[in-house]
């Protein structure tokens, strides 16, 4: 069984930087982050699967990067120049399955969910 625990979301104004970070208990091949704004569905962020390789959403390349501690199995996400538009609720993610996706639905593991508003 997986179990993630977020942290590091807030309040920011347009421009500044925020660091998210997921620490994971058990096996997980793929880890990410998806977020979701209010009245919108649930969109991909950024992926890295046990390899390090990364995939991100085009709206964040260049702004996001997604990191790993493989030693105690942390994900971060590093925000900067952030937009109001990246004002959503943030969710670490994770699938065993040998392979990142990009939908929801193909992830079993989710944490609880860290605001982030760009105002």
């Known amino acids: 069984q997986v179990q993630l625990v977020e942290s590091g979301g807030g309040l920011v104004q347009a421009g500044g930087s925020l660091m998210l970070s997921c620490a994971a208990t058990?096996?997980?091949?793929?880890m990410g982050w998806f977020r979701q704004a209010p009245g919108k569905e649930r969109e991909e962020v950024a992926f890295?699967?046990?390899?390090?390789?990364?995939t991100y959403a085009d709206s964040v390349k260049g702004r996001f990067t997604a990191s790993k501690d493989n030693a105690n199995n942390t994900l971060f996400l590093q925000m900067n120049s952030l937009k109001p538009e990246d004002t959503a609720m943030y969710y670490c993610?994770?699938?065993?399955?040998?392979?990142?996706?990009?939908?929801?639905?193909?992830?079993?593991?989710w944490g609880q969910g860290t605001q982030v508003t760009v105002s």
């Open positions: 890295i699967d046990r390899y390090s390789r990364k």
């Open positions: 993610a994770a699938r065993t399955g040998r392979a990142c996706r990009v939908m929801p639905s193909e992830y079993s593991y």
């Open positions: 058990g096996y997980t091949y793929c």
